[in-house]
């Protein structure tokens, strides 16, 4: 595999076009055509993940933060250490950042799951494009286009896949002088009983799902359309998680320590008060709170500011602020999971070096 190879694979996992208009996630410098040795899985490009990948014999580094997020004029070993030394060693750097954090399976439904909850929806669905296709099939060719809908990425639907509806009825068109018709004769008009075949199609999905159609297609001219639809995602920023059973906010600290290892956490709300839906949203997203009153018993985040704290507390929204680190260490084995589906196990490496700047004195 080399590194294009490995790229196409995380836009599997989860497509580079979700992320955030801010973010650079995907290929932050390396050689395309470069075999991948192994990988190496971290949070962050720092001078010890870059020593550990070369000490392991690691060609190729993922990371969930993007090495740059504004344009570079230039790298001088002195101010940008970790970047030098991965450049000079000729390692491939690969961010994989807010497209793994909203994809479906991804970094925030890793720690939902880490936390037993049932997941209801994202805090703020993904701005991903939904399309409807239909196209129109004689009888005898209907389940080989509809397979290879299916196949090409079209009929997701939540939790559900290979969905369509199929409607039947007949068909007119007359072939002209010039035209090669499948069916009918030149100048004459022909009647075919013919089934509309619609299909759900995200975005990611839609080029090539529309390239495979007009290939199994039997017709030279086949009638296509594409519709935008609004569409309820079950993808985007966050995830909102429902507990088995509701527990009071200070039993859920204790708990939420104890199940994500973490040493310490910031609590704003009442500890009596009693939960049952939880937000989740890794990294700092303190700024989407306002998307939560009403819908949530507790937001779980990182990175608030006092100002943004005392507004919290005044729309009484329980929040538990968890240092940035504590909330996206679990990106390793998050990404672990999912590569492992495609790649073999024995090739990935997790990071044993990397840790919070902070220091509890």
Not at 49 to 56: G, H, I, M, N
Not at 230 to 249: C, H, R, S, T, W
């Amino acid at each position: 595999m080399n590194v294009q190879a490995l790229l196409n694979v995380l836009n599997e996992i989860a497509p580079f076009l979700l992320q955030e208009s801010y973010d650079n996630s995907g290929l932050q410098f390396g050689d395309l055509e470069a075999e991948v040795s192994k990988i190496l899985l971290s949070l962050d490009l720092t001078e010890e993940t870059v020593e550990e990948a070369k000490e392991l014999g690691v060609n190729t580094i993922v990371t969930h933060h993007p090495v740059f997020f504004r344009p570079v004029k230039s790298i001088e070993k002195g101010e940008r250490k970790s970047v030098y030394e991965a450049i000079t060693s000729k390692l491939n750097v690969i961010s994989f950042h807010t497209n793994f954090d909203m994809a479906e399976g991804g970094l925030n439904d890793y720690f939902i799951n880490l936390l037993g909850l049932r997941k209801i929806k994202p805090i703020v669905q993904s701005s991903e494009k939904v399309y409807k296709v239909v196209t129109f099939v004689p009888e005898e060719y209907v389940e080989k286009v509809r397979s290879a809908l299916f196949e090409s990425g079209a009929g997701h639907i939540g939790n559900y896949s290979e969905c369509s509806f199929n409607t039947e009825g007949t068909g007119t068109f007359k072939p002209l002088e010039e035209a090669h018709p499948f069916i009918g004769e030149k100048e004459e008009r022909a009647f075919v009983k013919e089934t509309k075949v619609e299909v759900i199609v995200r975005e990611r999905d839609l080029t090539q799902v529309l390239d495979s159609l007009r290939k199994v297609h039997p017709y030279e001219e086949p009638a296509i359309d594409v519709f935008e639809t609004v569409f309820d995602k079950n993808y985007g920023i966050g995830a909102i998680g429902e507990l088995k059973e509701p527990m009071q906010l200070v039993n859920f600290v204790k708990f939420f320590k104890e199940r994500t290892n973490t040493k310490y956490v910031r609590l704003i709300g009442n500890t009596e008060k009693k939960i049952s839906k939880v937000a989740v949203c890794t990294g700092a997203c303190s700024s989407i709170f306002e998307n939560l009153i009403g819908s949530a018993d507790l937001f779980i985040t990182g990175d608030i500011s006092y100002h943004t704290a005392l507004a919290i507390k005044e729309r009484d929204l329980p929040t538990i602020d968890v240092e940035h680190f504590e909330t996206e260490k679990f990106f390793k084995q998050a990404l672990f999971a999912k590569l492992s589906e495609f790649i073999d196990p024995n090739h990935i490496v997790l990071s044993s070096k990397e840790e919070s700047p902070f220091t509890l004195i």
